[in-house]
């Protein structure tokens, strides 16, 4: 199969690349680009592991074609911390233990700074309401919840 290329910009960086044109936008940034902060939990866009912003919307990277991001912003887990220096929601899932396996902990940060930025000071109800299409074996979620909190308060305290 011919690959085409695309011209995107990822976390800010203008970004080229060749892929197939049935590859999946998490198997171009896997495979193709090396970033492999995304994680490939269930392929099928129930988990929300993989979960990166396109254009500001959140999305599931197995559910798009690298070859229909022409053109468009992408932001990954690579793009959270500015450096050395984690984003709040990043330290605050370490300080309140909100991880274990880190499978789904790249998709769970993504999609909470995507709430945030949405919504600075949501409700407890909000968070899990929001991150419903995010799925973790391991945490139980209160964790979670108690970090995104936090790192709200501590956001809009900045």
């Not at 998490?26 to 995304?38: I, K, N, Q, S």
């Not at 254009?55 to 229909?68: H, I, K, R, W």
């Not at 899990?128 to 995010?134: E, I, K, S």
Request: net charge negative.
């Amino acid at each position: 199969m011919k690959k085409v290329h695309i011209s995107t910009t990822i976390n800010g960086d203008e970004v080229d690349f060749l892929c197939e044109p049935t590859q999946t936008l998490l198997d171009v940034l896997r495979d193709e680009l090396h970033m492999t902060g995304t994680k490939e939990g269930c392929g099928t866009g129930d988990c929300g592991a993989c979960s990166v912003t396109l254009d500001g919307t959140l999305v599931c990277s197995c559910l798009v074609l690298g070859a229909e991001v022409g053109d468009k912003s992408i932001e990954t887990i690579e793009g959270m911390a500015q450096g050395e220096e984690l984003h709040p929601l990043q330290q605050k899932f370490i300080d309140h233990v909100a991880l274990q396996c880190g499978i789904c902990t790249p998709g769970l940060l993504v999609a909470s700074k995507k709430l945030l930025e949405r919504n600075p000071d949501p409700s407890e109800e909000e968070i899990r309401y929001w991150l419903a299409g995010n799925l973790c074996r391991c945490t139980g979620y209160q964790k979670i919840v108690e970090a995104v909190a936090d790192a709200a308060q501590e956001m809009r305290s900045a």
